[in-house]
């Protein structure tokens, strides 16, 4: 049987500070931050009675009620991979299914039997989400917080019990499904396969734990997407570029004739010319010492389903127009990027910096990005959050802010200076924050403004001390 030791894997959040939409494009790149709000993994062999042979992966998330799910697997013939079947008669989740897990779960076995012959012995999988992936998390840690009986132990704890069902967490937008299809498909394939295979954390498994989690990923949502949160969940963060679709659309599924090899070559890619085009830049993303991200969780009461498809219905519709848009939107992210850069060069020569070129930069990428929105129709930056982030950014130590990624009514990340008081300030300010009234036509107010406890995290996947997760990976319900 294959590897019996456990393993621990987490990878980070995200947020698209700048390319929203033209990431899709692979003209254009994303400058995407990783975050410090981790999803974690934890593998270990799973344990039987002698003489006693299983075919079970079972899937536990203890920080949740009834949040665990049992897989059968079974190695089809012609090289067609693993096919991996939920064992309904044993989840206590009333027999919910979670796609990511599971197309993880065959993918990863399907890349591993196409290394190794060694038989896939059961296994007891632990999934951990660090508190501000869920709104859920928010809630129950200002509930221990103001629990006079709460010691500081359990206030400080880094996981929590969130106290519901997964379905009724409600999640904070930072990628926990990339992030968590990255960390399972590491930890799934550091357990099985056998040492002679690089590592998914060195720099040559990275780029195949990238080629993997992009192909799964884009599975279980049903659509080949830009893939830049699981760039960020590999790489930390990074200016990407996106793949070409067309690079999957060969894969076909598990089950069909040849899968495995398929698989395989894809995510190898040993080849020349190279299969994948991606392109990864991690050498010119900085923030300045002195300067931090934060994300706000939006309580708006509003959503506007399909935007990036009217977005790209606009551009199809007006491609002049919308061209001379998208590059001026492109210049404008790069000179975020190159004044990022130059004040963390200046702060590490203890030069004295100003803010105020970054702070005008920030206002003419949101300046182009409002002149989307009414092109297209489409609230990127809704009339709501332009009061938000105005007000934001008129605190002292804030530089300023974006509605992050393909923008709307959920969230905002700001830009500030890493002080004390001007987090304080900023946090005092947003207890207390609602929109005067609402925005345009049919949208909503902000009824509550949520400072989530994270920033930028430069680094991506990596292994943990599975010590950190002694009181959860034997938790049972």
């Not at 884009?218 to 067309?246: E, H, L, M, N, W």
């Not at 036509?441 to 599975?466: A, F, N, P, S």
Request: glycine share 8%; net charge negative; charged share 25%.
């Amino acid at each position: 049987m294959a590897s019996e030791g456990s393993v621990a894997i987490s990878a980070p959040g995200k947020v698209l500070l700048a390319g929203g939409y033209l990431v899709v494009d692979r003209a254009h790149t994303g400058l995407v931050f990783g975050l410090d709000a981790r999803i974690h993994v934890h593998v270990q062999t799973l344990p039987t009675s002698p003489g006693v042979s299983l075919s079970e992966i079972i899937v536990r998330s203890p920080q949740f009620r009834d949040a665990d799910w049992r897989y059968g697997y079974r190695l089809g013939e012609k090289k067609s991979g693993y096919e991996v079947v939920q064992l309904k008669g044993h989840s206590s989740s009333a027999l919910s299914q979670n796609r990511f897990v599971q197309t993880a779960l065959a993918y990863a076995l399907s890349y591993v039997s196409s290394h190794s012959n060694a038989r896939i012995g059961p296994a007891l999988v632990t999934i951990i989400a660090d508190a501000d992936y869920y709104s859920a998390g928010l809630s129950r840690r200002r509930k221990l917080d103001s629990t006079e009986s709460a010691s500081k132990e359990d206030s400080n704890k880094r996981f929590i019990d969130f106290d519901c069902s997964l379905q009724n967490a409600n999640k904070t937008g930072l990628g926990s499904s990339a992030a968590l299809v990255t960390a399972f498909t590491a930890a799934i394939v550091g357990h099985y396969l056998p040492a002679t295979v690089p590592a998914m954390t060195t720099d040559i498994g990275k780029a195949r734990l990238h080629n993997l989690a992009q192909a799964a990923h884009c599975t279980a949502q049903g659509k080949i997407g830009s893939g830049f949160d699981v760039a960020a969940a590999v790489y930390g963060s990074c200016i990407y570029r996106r793949f070409s679709p067309s690079i999957l659309e060969k894969l076909g599924d598990v089950g069909m004739t040849g899968f495995a090899e398929r698989l395989q070559l894809l995510v190898d890619d040993t080849e020349s010319p190279k299969l994948w085009d991606t392109e990864i830049d991690k050498s010119t993303v900085r923030m300045p010492k002195g300067l931090r991200l934060v994300m706000c969780d939006v309580d708006c009461g509003s959503e506007t389903p399909g935007m990036v498809k009217k977005v790209f219905q606009w551009r199809k519709e007006n491609p002049e127009e919308a061209t001379l848009l998208w590059m001026t939107l492109q210049r404008g992210n790069e000179d975020l990027i190159r004044e990022l850069r130059r004040l963390a060069s200046e702060v590490e020569e203890g030069k004295t910096v100003s803010y105020q070129n970054l702070r005008e930069i920030i206002l003419t990428i949101r300046s182009l990005i409002r002149e989307m929105s009414v092109k297209a129709g489409v609230p990127i930056e809704p009339t709501v959050q332009t009061q938000l982030l105005d007000a934001c950014s008129a605190l002292p130590g804030v530089i300023g802010g974006v509605v992050p990624g393909a923008g709307g009514f959920d969230a905002v990340v700001l830009i500030l200076e890493d002080k004390d008081d001007v987090l304080e300030g900023l946090e005092s300010f947003l207890k207390s924050y609602k929109s005067q009234e609402s925005g345009d036509e049919g949208e909503g107010k902000i009824e509550r403004v949520r400072l989530l406890g994270v920033k930028q995290e430069m680094e991506g996947i990596r292994t943990e001390d599975i010590s950190l997760y002694r009181d959860w990976i034997n938790l049972s319900r």
